[in-house]
């Protein structure tokens, strides 16, 4: 698996401290995307007219969104299966936390701070709350695969006699 699968592919699994390395990168590299992405539209569109920079600026914000939630979707579902879990059940779970929170909470929170801002704040921790338990809760192992054709040793009824003495 290359560079691009290890950050965006959803095959095999991960430890603790490959989720938390390959999470820092994918944090990294969507904050280096953004900051020369905001670079290379102010000094191409900008020029150009304030509508542009804005439309571009949408797009941009837009595909590294989507690029950070594929990303986490693919590490989170590989760290799950080391967890013995599957990712099936709790992938989406955890996107609706995220839907609830940009649609409805973040919305109301804008409108009236003081009545939602409580609310507000408590949906981020259960939103992080995942995160951490996935960086935090210790691994199981991997079942031993066999090579083909292979077959485990059988309880025979052989009596070793001379290793008895």
């Known amino acids: 698996m290359g560079a691009f699968g290890e950050l965006f592919g959803f095959e ?11 999470s820092l990168a994918v944090g990294l590299g969507m904050g280096f995307l953004a900051v020369v992405g905001g670079a290379v539209l102010a000094m191409v569109v900008r020029p150009l007219g304030l509508g542009g920079f804005e439309t571009g600026s949408r797009a941009l914000a837009v595909s590294i969104m989507l690029l950070a939630m594929w990303s986490s979707a ?3 579902s590989r760290r799950l299966r080391d967890l013995g879990l599957e ?4 992938v989406p779970a955890y996107f609706a936390l ?19 801002g409580v609310i507000t704040a408590c949906w981020a921790v259960l939103q992080a709350l995942p995160t951490v338990a ?7 192992q991997a079942p031993e695969v066999l090579p083909a054709g292979y077959e485990p040793p059988q309880p ?5 006699w001379r290793g008895q003495s």
């Open 12 to 22: 095999g699994r991960i430890d603790r401290l490959g989720y938390l390395w390959r």
């Open 74 to 76: 693919a590490i989170a």
């Open 87 to 90: 990712p099936v059940h709790f």
């Open 98 to 116: 995220w839907v609830v929170y940009s649609v409805l909470l973040r919305p109301l929170g804008q409108l009236e701070p003081q009545t939602y």
């Open 134 to 140: 996935l960086l935090f809760w210790p691994g199981h």
């Open 156 to 160: 025979t009824a052989y009596l070793n």
